[in-house]
């Protein structure tokens, strides 16, 4: 299970070009269906536009889409795909929304206008690494919480709120495999009293 680089939410910005505005549109998306939702969105959004222009790159089923919508080949979905390859993402789409603004562009200003509005969009997105991770979950008595919590936080998890009953139960998020120097930390700790449980892998933001 490899890492990647995705986006978290949305992110907007605008280039004009001649008179042209074009509005990028970047959001996340592990679907075709997602991917989909969000350009009819972008659609109803515009519909005096004179094109919706959109790349989209997804994980899972390694599907690559684009559309120059009516645009010279070439010219326009091409380049928001290449903006997206660039940024070393994957589960999203670009939209771009060109409203025509009576000059011709030519072949060069279109590519440029598309390259820069679908890249403005995504840096200003929050780019977010995804990994494969496991959760562990484990009770302790509370004389042992504080160690307990240590050996997570110096493992590098991210703890959730501790649960307080009779016993404390701590719950963190760890990358795969970190987990497993820990299992004979607790068993030491608690002299085997405690017992951690660890899911399966699963990709998560860490």
Known sequence: ME???????????????????????A???DSEEKALA????????????????????????????YSDDGEPAKTAGLPVLEAIRHAGLTDC?????RYFGGILLGTGG???AYTESASAALAAAKVVTVRACVRLSVEVDYALYERAAQLLQAAGA????????????????????????????????????????VTPPFYAPF
């Open 110 to 112: 279109l590519v440029r």
């Open 158 to 197: 991210k703890l959730d709120e501790p649960v307080f009953t009779d016993r404390v139960t701590l719950s963190a998020l760890l990358p795969a495999g970190t987990e497993t120097p820990l299992l004979p930390a607790f068993a030491e700790l608690s002299r085997g009293a405690a017992q951690p449980q």
């Open 27 to 29: 959001a996340f998306a």
């Open 3 to 25: 890492d990647y680089r995705t986006i978290d939410g949305r992110a907007t910005a605008e280039v004009e070009e001649k008179h042209s505005r074009f509005i990028a549109l």
């Open 38 to 65: 969000v350009l009819e969105e972008v659609r109803a959004a515009n519909r005096t536009a004179r094109h919706n222009v959109y790349a989209y790159v997804l994980r899972e089923s390694a599907r690559v889409r």
């Open 93 to 97: 789409i670009v939209v771009v929304t």
